[in-house]
Nanobody
Framework: QVQLVESGGGLVQAGDSLRLSCVASGRTFNDYTMAWFRQAPGKEREFVAAINRSGGSTNYADSVKGRLTISRDNTKNTVYLQMNSLKPEDTAVYYC??????????????????WGQGTQVTVSS
């Protein structure tokens, strides 16, 4: 079992940057593949990025490649999402997710067992 708590969301303007953090507690953090998903109003939750247990392999949605970067610090039990050149269409609630072992190739919500409560990101034009 692992508990996930996200932070770092907020209201920014188009072109700005934000860094989201997700702190995990419970079992050994580096046993978990980690991911970020997002959900905009009226839309389904969608995959953003994933990172394997060592941090050596990452996977991104096409819509965020080159702008968003996922990373992890296993000494701090934390996964990050660095968000640059933000666009209004990035507005959503961002969720951290985890699965025991797993793979950075996992891109579906059903692949992940544990979820945080979400953090709101709003990008104004």
């Amino acid at each position: 079992q692992v508990q996930l708590v996200e932070s770092g969301g907020g209201l920014v303007q188009a072109g700005d940057s934000l860094r989201l953090s997700c702190v995990a507690s419970g079992r050994t953090f580096n046993d978990y593949t980690m991911a970020w998903f997002r959900q905009a109003p009226g839309k389904e939750r969608e995959f953003v990025a994933a990172i394997n247990r060592s941090g050596g392999s990452t996977n991104y949605a096409d819509s965020v490649k080159g702008r968003l970067t996922i990373s992890r610090d296993n000494t701090k039990n934390t996964v990050y999402l660095q968000m640059n050149s933000l666009k209004p269409e990035d507005t959503a609630v961002y969720y951290c997710a985890a699965v025991l072992f797993g793979s950075s190739l996992y891109r579906n919500t059903y692949n992940y067992r544990y979820w945080g409560q979400g953090t709101q990101v709003t990008v104004s034009s």
